[in-house]
T-cell receptor, first 112, second 113 residues
Framework: GENVEQHPSTLSVQEGDSAVIKCTYSDSASNYFPWYKQELGKGPQLIIDIRSNVGEKKDQRIAVTLNKTAKHFSLHITETQPEDSAVYFCAAVEAAGNKLTFGGGTRVLVKP | KAGVTQTPRYLIKTRGQQVTLSCSPISGHRSVSWYQQTPGQGLQFLFEYFSETQRNKGNFPGRFSGRQFSNSRSEMNVSTLELGDSALYLC????????????FGEGSRLTVL
């Protein structure tokens, strides 16, 4: 089955700096890669996603890049703000079936 | 539009008991999936239902089961509870036919003593 690895597990950045989280996946058949943000006491919230036929997608301060050949994808947050502090999860959805595999999560702390 | 509603939010059980958790998806969403979240194992996929049919299941023992009703509401059941079943159980609904654009509830936190 699919295996998704996420790095780093924790990330501390100064407000205004950029944050980058990287994920690798094992199943070349996976074709959908979402990113979720989970704040304390809440369920994960979809913040951006990318499909396998696209190399990059941007939404305001957030961008995701995908390298299908290397089987890795990354989340980039620019001009970080304190409200960006949360746990971020990457995930991969297998094309063969409706099954979603999450990475281990990255706890991001933005210091004011 | 109301979000995904999970009940109960918190519950405490003892080993050997069973528990049923409920999930009401966003109106119009027919796909409902369940996840277990623990500090050690992270977020793990349990199963997914679409139009009352289980379409996929994660690597969990048979003690974990679920179902979906004709109104898309879903329940999951864990029998013969073990200490390791203590976790946050999250439900998500999706507007499409695949596990994309998931909308999560706030979860049911289960503690097994």
């Amino acid at each position: 089955g699919e295996n998704v690895e996420q790095h780093p597990s924790t990330l501390s950045v100064q407000e205004g700096d950029s944050a980058v989280i990287k994920c690798t996946y094992s199943d070349s058949a996976s074709n959908y890669f979402p990113w979720y943000k989970q704040e304390l006491g809440k369920g994960p919230q979809l913040i951006i996603d990318i499909r396998s036929n696209v190399g990059e997608k941007k939404d305001q301060r957030i961008a995701v890049t995908l390298n299908k050949t290397a089987k890795h994808f990354s989340l980039h947050i620019t001009e970080t703000q304190p409200e960006d502090s949360a746990v971020y999860f990457c995930a991969a959805v297998e094309a063969a079936g409706n099954k979603l595999t999450f990475g281990g999560g990255t706890r991001v702390l933005v210091k004011p | 539009k109301a979000g995904v509603t999970q009940t109960p939010r918190y519950l405490i059980k003892t080993r050997g008991q069973q528990v049923t958790l409920s999930c009401s998806p966003i109106s119009g969403h027919r796909s409902v999936s369940w996840y277990q979240q623990t500090p050690g194992q992270g977020l793990q996929f349990l199963f997914e239902y679409f139009s009352e049919t289980q379409r996929n299941k994660g690597n969990f023992p048979g003690r974990f089961s679920g179902r979906q009703f004709s109104n898309s509401r879903s329940e999951m059941n864990v029998s013969t509870l073990e200490l390791g079943d203590s976790a946050l159980y999250l439900c998500a609904s999706s507007p499409g036919t695949a596990l994309t654009e998931l909308f999560f509830g706030e979860g049911s936190r289960l503690t097994v003593l």
